[in-house]
């Protein structure tokens, strides 16, 4: 029988560390700069590898045991003035940690470290460790916050409703991109009593989540505007959207049950697999280029794949939920410069199928099917995916351009200069203030772009620009 309980002891607490070494750095590549700001440091202590930090001695451990085998961690810790929060070392962090935690508040803790051994995994047990970390932390009275950039623990946390203040907040250091969510759970409006509510009622995993979590992605992916597929993780196909079947040219009869090598070489299949291989390992959205060729052995297309793991009810990898976008005549674009700037089109347009991806995991894992007259019906979906916003090509070209840094008067020289017609900056304001704010029920610039992010509306480039672009390039 599994149990949570503190570590009262330092040898326990020496486990703990061995078992973060084992997973998050031998199993899941962690890396680190010698000289981080959390100090982090692999050792060898007493015949064993242990990763620790300045925190370690100083933090409240809890443990989950497997008889007496420590099978997972999770630490929480209350700043002292001679110890500061982990999250206060991090230079990108500095805005949060000015807007959101003050480390002289005697009753704010931050929660990090969680870590459940990999043939543990799905078991709920990331799901005792926080629920006792957070009942210890509700009898002190205290709230609690913390940051997340690994996909499985984000999707965790926001199952339970852990309230996130800002998504892509910060990063751990320079040399690591992955992108750190923020949370914070105050305790005196009851959100982390509401926390610990919700853990008590999540749900234990059963035989048939999984069949039920493929049945309702086959309704789901339909309603998305992008060629959709997914697969277990021995990579076969359990599913693909009507759009993905017609980039194919394949009947779901001829796609589902296969696996990449039944489509392509064995070089392009295993460079396909590895791909989601890493997905899988390290349980985090993952894009890498994929290319097409003819029979000379020519590339005639470039594709940016996209690939996100899919969790079932109980919280048990399952597969991989991905997409494939053409790419090929953006990267023909790359060449072209505007207004001095390099057209960052991979990144932009990992951006935004990224988080095209991530509304759909959470579309498919936070929202549950009902029988309405014999019909399935899902809840609370309809302004997710109903809220269609036409825009107008114009519309498109000034969205983009305002979401890279542009004002108006900029858009309109670009734009005039891009299609050789003059544009004035009023018609721009116009099509911005009367247009676009209207469309989107916006009240200034920044609420624009986050409303229309979120809405998946601003292209990586709208087509009519990547045309021009083209044309203007083949009359040089």
Known sequence: MIQVRILDNPKLIEDACALLYEEYCKKGGWQFSENNPSELKIINQNDKTVLVDRITEHAIWFGAFDDNKLIGCIRCFKATKNTLFEISKYKTAEDIVKKYINPNLPNIYEGSRACVSSEY????????????????IKQAQASVFG?????????ILKRIEWPCKKEDAFWFEDTDSSPVNFYLANYKNGEVSNIIKNLRLFKVSKKNDTVDMFKSLNLIATMFPAPIYWHDIQGVVLGANSLCLNAMKKSKEEVVGKTPYDFYPKAIADYIWQHSQQVIKNEEISSQEEYVYDEAGKCIATYLAIKSPLYNEGGDLIGIIG??????AQKESEALKLENEKLQTEKQAQKKLTGLIDTIVNAVQNYKLDMVDGKNKIENLNELLYRRIRLSKREEEVLYLLSIGKLPKDIARILGNLYGKPLSPKTVASVINKQLYSKLNATNYSDLIDKATKLHLIKFMPDTMVDAFTNKLNTL
């Not at 940051?147 to 999707?155: D, L």
Request: net charge positive; charged share 10%.
């Open 147 to 155: 940051s997340a950039s690994n996909g499985y623990i984000k999707s």
């Open 121 to 136: 995994k799905g078991q709920n047990i990331i799901i005792m460790l926080y629920l006792n970390m957070l009942e210890y």
């Open 323 to 328: 997409t494939s976008v053409n790419i090929t």
